[in-house]
């Protein structure tokens, strides 16, 4: 098939225009790839330190309810003479607002 000089060169010059469109496009792709790339990385960077700081509060949280069990243990024997002082207490202060009343 034989082109004429002309239609050739047009030919050319819309071959050369939809590659250089594809070439913007294909940057653009690329541009886009980086950015997520460069999002990813940072988020799993938050990600990590979000674990960590996970870690240490489940340390810390475990280190409390230790303690609290500690304190639920020891005053199982307590528990009498904490009733007592409550009662008291309690018994000192209908007194106090008998007497005040009078």
Not at 11 to 40: G, P, T
Request: proline residues 0%.
């Amino acid at each position: 098939m034989a082109y004429r000089r002309g239609e050739l060169e047009g030919y050319i010059q819309s071959n050369d225009d939809e590659a250089a469109l594809l070439a913007n496009k294909v940057s653009a792709v690329k541009r886009i790839a980086s950015e997520i790339q460069d999002m990813a990385k940072v988020s799993l960077l938050d990600m990590d330190d979000l674990g960590q700081n996970m870690s240490g509060s489940r340390s810390l949280m475990d280190g409390s309810r230790g303690r609290i069990g500690n304190v639920l243990a020891a005053s199982k024997g307590n528990r009498r003479i904490i009733g007592y002082i409550v009662l008291g207490a309690i018994i000192l202060t209908l007194i106090f607002v008998y007497a005040t009343k009078k």
